[in-house]
Each structure stands twice: as C-alpha cells, then as structure tokens.
C-alpha cells in the first residue's frame, strides 16, 4: 500500500536526510564484534553516520542496536573484505546513502589457526588471514582512497588497524605477524600517495584490548622464552576512544602511528 505524505511531512522527510548526509560520514569494517564495534559505537555517541560493514547481519544489527536513540545513523551491511565485488557493493551502498564518505577504519582481521608451528601451518589457513588481513584492507582502502579523491569538497581519512605484532611477534603468529607488518607499508605508502588530495591515512597498533579475540590472555598465553603466563588486557573502551581522537582530527593534522596497549603487558622487553 502506498502512504501519501503530507507537504509538512515531506519536507521534514527531505530535513532528515539533509541532516543524516551533512554528519560525518564513517565506515568501519569488523564492526559485529570486539573493537570495530566498540569503535562504531564510539563514533555513532558522538554524532557520527556509521556504517557497519561485516560477514555476518545479525551481529552488525546488534551492533545498530547500541547506538543512541535519536541521534546519528548505524548503516548495516553484509561485505566480506576479502571479496572485490563485495567491497564494492559495500562502498556503492555508502555513496548512495550518505553521498560522501570522511572515515574508513579498516579493522577486519583474523589471527587465523592459534599456536601451529610454521612448519605445520596450512597454505588455505596462511592465504585465509592474508587475504582478510592484507588484501582486504588494501581494497577497503582502495576504494576509500577513490571515493575520497573524487568527492567534493575533497579528502578524508583512513585508519589501519595494525597490532604490537606489527612491531614485535608472538610465537606461532607467522601469518598474523607477516600481514601486520605488511600493513605497516600499506600504511605509510597510503599516507604519502594521499597527501595532494587531503586524504590523511595512519595506523592504531592495539595490545591486549579485552575482547572475545584475547579472552584466553588473562588465564595463560605463550611467551617467547616458552612458557605460558597470564596477560593483563585493557578495556577496548580505551581503543575506541583513541580512534576517535585520530578520527576528528582537522585533515591538516594527522596522527600517523599509535600505540595503545595494556601498560603492563610483555611487549616492552618481549623476549
């Protein structure tokens, strides 16, 4: 059945989305769990137009369902990174929704098979964390980097979910390891190639943020020297918070790498 709209009606229509299109405009991958949610709803609390892009609907409605009533917009979408034509749906979806695009956190990622020895490792388990690690991030970023060079007015920001593991590895993290420094280039590469079109481009390296990827740390995880300790973590509370400073930063300032991790975890000294 169709619903007539009264002229007050339609225009308070037309007002809603002026409004939902003048908000800042942010993507974020891995948004159904762990820190890409918390960052979403981050973001979402402080006015932000979310997307949340993820394998999975049912976690990123519940996702939807944190942010605050009234107040900006959570955009669910179903997009596998690892997938070109599923990233380009994605940011079709988000050019037709919103017209720009200001934020990409580019979040997505797997540690893959925990503690197997390299020699044991499985090339499908090595090209599954590759190909959501490093080759997702590259066409999320990608496609940021093209909607953000044409846009008007011009510019952005994309944020790379790195890890301590991009500086310093875990046993048995060969895959992990090898995609975070990876990202690393990706990161540094996108920053320099970004810089005449004002797409700002850095990268969080988190450790120890309390979520369901590190809910074994607290009871033991194994160190460099062989033996298995207990880890202390950090409310991922605090990640959310500090994307969100490198987030609303002017484009004329940019915060190029950030370490953000649980003070008293063995990286400092790891080995």
Known sequence: MNTVRTAD??????GQVGE??????????GAGSGIGRAVAVELLAAGWSVTLAGRRVETLEETAAQAPA?????????ADVSRPDDVAALFDAVRGRFGRLDLLFNN????????VPVEELPYEAWRHVVDTNLNGA????????????????QGGRIINN???SAHTPRPHSVAYTATKHALTGLTKSLSLDGRPYGIAVGQIDIGNAATDMTAGMQSGALQANGETAPEPVMDVADVARTVRHMAELPLEANVQFATVMATAMPYVGRG
């Open 9 to 14: 009606e339609e225009q308070a229509g037309k």
């Open 70 to 78: 009234g107040g900006a917009t959570a955009f669910p979408v179903r």
């Open 162 to 164: 790195g890890s301590i």
């Open 20 to 29: 939902e299109k003048a908000r800042r405009v942010a993507v974020v991958t």
């Open 138 to 153: 590259f066409l999320c970023a990608q496609a940021a980097y093209r909607q953000m060079k044409e846009q008007s007015p």
């Open 108 to 115: 997505a990622g797997t540690f893959g098979p925990g503690g």
